[in-house]
């Protein structure tokens, strides 16, 4: 009995060593975890959230922007899409900077080559150019990554088409022309940017991504703090207010006001620029000398286009590759393939195509204007006063009569307005969700122009949110008809280069094309409409584009109708 009860007791003293062991490890474990935890907190309220799946080949000093978390195959999207529009290595700049070396368009010269008719052009042939980079010391350029733009034009006959540019990465360009009219053909070439200066454009991107910046006012009683907000947000030891929308997942943030919750946050706006070029970096982007600059012709600047031979098919833009989506003639635009564009020149043409419609408009102020055009177009067209701030909406327009509806709101931030209700930030994926959509049902969009700044992967992730849910009101109503309204060019001082270039908008521009490519939607090439216009490039295009682009939407509510 003696030796059993000491072996119990030996063997309690040992559970019991056990038990303090375990209980040790347990405590330790649960402190480890504990400040993991800490730690994992304190880089969430530096950094927010991070993606799962990182965006391929993300530049170090983006770091501080956020970005969605990525499914596998919208990871793989992601990297197609940037692969898509890779852009020439361009030179690295000398400190200090000298223009002697850049690309300079009074030196640079184009040339018409020979066709094969021997000289002779007839519609429905094509025009090819070579254009020929020199610098300012007259020397030839070796490489490529010039932004360069062409069109063909007839200004008497209000005839224009872009021409379709192609690098070839040694100095040397060809653009081609599609011939569409009889008579006088003259081309006109643009350096937009030398490639010395896309070099600062990327850097600009890559380094600082958040020189647009944007404040919130916050209130609470008579107690009011604006605080710096955006979706790429420098680390400091100032806490965050997420704002990060819980259906789409788009990201935004706040610095947390000293004195007041976030859940007091009451307008967005604007907050301000913050230009940081090197030391002489300024030369780069100079108008009239190498900013929407014209390069002259070494030769003859114009041909003479003779009617169209007989049995010669008629031109297409599916049967030349990457050729126009269309041309002006007389000046009014004319679609190739796809659609016949109707001119709706009166009122009682436009209500009657829209009799009984909802057309919702979504976007940025470019989709405004056209808000703002049918509601002067329209004497019955009332618009209903909302009280909304005229650069922002939301706007309602109502025909009692005609049983007319249409609606504009802008997209959700980044947005450089000025002064947004927080109540007004709507995302568009949310508002396309709020539809019941139909046969009577148009949307339109158009959101481009404040993501100019921004990491392209933040431009690809908003498109893919919005195309899910275009995706989801096709299939729910798909006799809904959506348009989309592409970027377009715009007249360029330095602050518009730097926050808006030509060069920023034509790769979104490709991006949203590629993007909705082979969904049931119908588009409205404003890229190509302002490019061929004889009007000056402007953010806002002129009446007569504007027109154009209406009558193409129109043409798609009520093809073969008009007035």
């Not at 933040?458 to 809904?480: E, F, K």
């Not at 989309?484 to 270039?501: P, Q, W």
Request: charged share 20%.
């Amino acid at each position: 009995m003696k030796v059993r009860a000491c072996i119990r007791k030996v063997v309690s003293m040992r559970l019991t060593k056990y038990r303090i062991i375990v209980i040790f490890f347990i405590v330790l474990s649960q402190a480890v975890f504990g400040f993991i935890f800490v730690l994992r907190k304190m880089d969430f309220l530096e950094h927010k959230v991070k993606p799962t799946i990182p965006a391929p080949d993300r530049d170090i000093n983006q770091v501080f922007c956020t970005f969605q978390s990525l499914s596998k195959e919208e990871s793989v999207e992601e990297r197609l899409l940037l692969d898509s529009i890779a852009w020439p290595e361009t030179p690295l700049l000398l400190d200090p900077l000298s223009l002697e070396q850049t690309s300079d368009s009074a030196h640079s010269k184009f040339i018409i080559l020979p066709g094969r008719g021997g000289g002779r052009w007839h519609v429905g042939d094509q025009l090819e150019i070579m254009i020929k980079m020199y610098d300012f010391q007259g020397r030839p350029k070796k490489s490529g990554g010039d932004v360069v733009l062409t069109r063909l034009h007839n200004l008497k006959l209000g005839a224009g088409v872009a021409g379709q540019v192609v690098d070839h990465l040694n100095g040397s360009y060809s653009a081609v022309f599609s011939l569409l009219w009889e008579g006088s053909a003259q081309v006109e070439v643009t350096l937009v940017h030398p490639s010395e200066a896309v070099t600062v454009l990327r850097r600009l991107t890559s380094e600082q991504p958040d020189r647009v910046y944007f404040h919130s006012l916050f209130r609470s009683g008579s107690l009011s703090e604006t605080t710096t907000c955006n979706v790429c947000l420098r680390p400091t030891q100032q806490p965050l207010c997420n704002y990060t929308d819980l259906r789409t997942g788009e990201p935004w943030f706040c610095y947390k006001p000293k004195n007041l919750n976030c859940d007091a946050r009451i307008s967005h706006s604007m907050g301000g620029f913050n230009q940081n070029l090197k030391a002489e970096e300024e030369k780069l982007f100079q108008s009239g000398v190498n900013m929407k600059v014209s390069i002259q012709a070494s030769g003859p600047a114009n041909v003479t286009v003779l009617p169209k031979k007989k049995g010669k098919p008629e031109v297409k833009s599916s049967s030349v590759k990457s050729g126009p989506s269309g041309y002006y003639y007389q000046g009014a635009w004319r679609a190739l393939g796809g659609i016949m564009v109707n001119q709706f020149n009166t009122s009682s043409a436009i209500s009657q195509c829209l009799k009984g419609k909802k057309v919702h408009l979504y976007g940025d102020s470019t989709i405004r204007q056209w808000f703002e055009h049918l509601n002067a177009a329209l004497p019955d067209l009332k618009e209903f006063n909302l009280h909304s701030p005229k650069q922002v909406g939301p706007f309602m327009a109502l025909d009692y009569a005609n049983n007319i509806l249409v609606t504009y709101r802008c997209h959700g931030p980044p947005l450089r307005f000025g002064n947004v209700p927080t109540t007004e930030l709507r995302y568009i994926a949310n508002e396309l969700d709020g539809l019941t959509g139909g046969s009577n049902t148009v949307v339109v969009i158009g959101i481009w122009s404040h993501f100019s700044t921004f990491p392209m992967e933040l431009y690809i992730q908003r498109l893919q949110s919005i195309r899910r849910a275009v995706v989801r009101l096709l299939v729910r109503a798909p006799d809904t008809l959506v348009v989309i309204r592409t970027a377009n060019l715009k007249a360029l001082t330095l602050y518009e280069t730097l926050t808006n270039s030509d060069w920023y908008s034509l790769q979104r521009d490709k991006v949203l094309r590629a993007v909705f490519k082979g969904l049931n939607v119908r588009l409205v090439d404003a890229w190509e409409m302002s490019l061929a216009h004889h009007l000056p490039h402007s953010l806002h295009p002129q009446p007569p584009i504007i027109k154009n682009m209406i009558d193409v939407l129109l043409s798609y509510i009520c093809p073969q109708k008009g007035g």
